[in-house]
């Protein structure tokens, strides 16, 4: 068979096709399921609790084969995927999971050529999915509060990628600083922007005034507090689509001969995702012909409440009433 080209570098996918080269990442995984993530470093050797293996055994041949250690331990060589090298990279802050980049992508609709702005980069993982969906055509501007976080993001950035010393993706600037400061800095408008962070109610504003008509803003939060204070922030704006909240549960199955079930274990939960489109400038979404729940908005709801909703009536709170 002949040989794959290797992917265009110009395309900046993080991905290399061909034999394993010094320099480039593997992962290991061995006959318990342990993984070991690694730089090829040829006359190195990778020590485990199973002997010795020489890097120079793994460079110069295709991924996808099994090795054997000094004592006689099997493992599985591959070059990492984007949705292992995120959970498996160095961490500052936490990291949006696979499986929510994977619908953040497609559901806040990322696509070649889009301008994007997320907040806060973290470490880096949401940032490298972004760059791989808008690709060398579009940008992703990442702001981080917390200049020790901008560096590992830095960091793990630059590696998925395999950028070049002293270069980044070239479609990405990340800003040292506040996103609510540094977002009506930014030249033109943008088409998605992506929260991640306590408080993203506090960007609804300046996120609004930036969004083009049409463009989504996508929140992802832990619980269910920030939830409905994020989704009352944007229905109380009024220029938005009515939100949309979600989660995913993603379920392994074990397959085995008649043995066919859920597994025992998974990820109970991750987060919360809430996307909702910008309206064109003074538009108003339609009224809902639906009326809340009773009660939804009553005396003790304390929140933002929706734009076209009337105030409750004062409670009269005398004692013995
Ligand atoms: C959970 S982490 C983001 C993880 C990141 N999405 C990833 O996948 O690696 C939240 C980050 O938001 C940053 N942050 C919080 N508020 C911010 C703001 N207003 N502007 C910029 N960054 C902010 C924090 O410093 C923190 O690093």
Known sequence: MPASPDVPAEAWSGVHRGPLREGEWVRLIDQKGRKHNFELVAGKRFFSNKGHLDHDEMIGRDEGFTVTSSAGGQYLVFRPLLSEFVVSMPRGAAVVYPKDAAQ????????????????????????????????????????????????????????????????????????????????????????RVILDMLDPWNCIEVVADKLVPGGIVCAYVATTTQLSRVVETLRAHGGFTEPHPWESLVRDWHVEGLAVRPDHKMIGHTAFLVTARRMAPGERPPRKTRRPAPGAYGPDYTGPRPADLPSPEPVDTEPGQ
């Open 104 to 191: 953040i992508v497609a559901l806040a609709d990322i696509y070649p050529g889009a301008r994007v702005v997320e907040a806060g980069a973290g470490s880096g993982a949401l940032t490298c999915s972004l760059l791989r969906a808008v690709g060398p055509w579009g940008t992703v501007t990442s702001f981080e509060l917390r200049e020790e976080f901008a560096e590992v993001a830095k960091r793990n950035v630059d590696q998925f990628f395999n950028a070049p010393a002293g270069s980044s993706h070239p479609s990405w600037d990340l800003r040292l600083g506040d996103l609510k400061e540094g977002l009506p800095e930014i030249e033109g408008q943008v088409d």
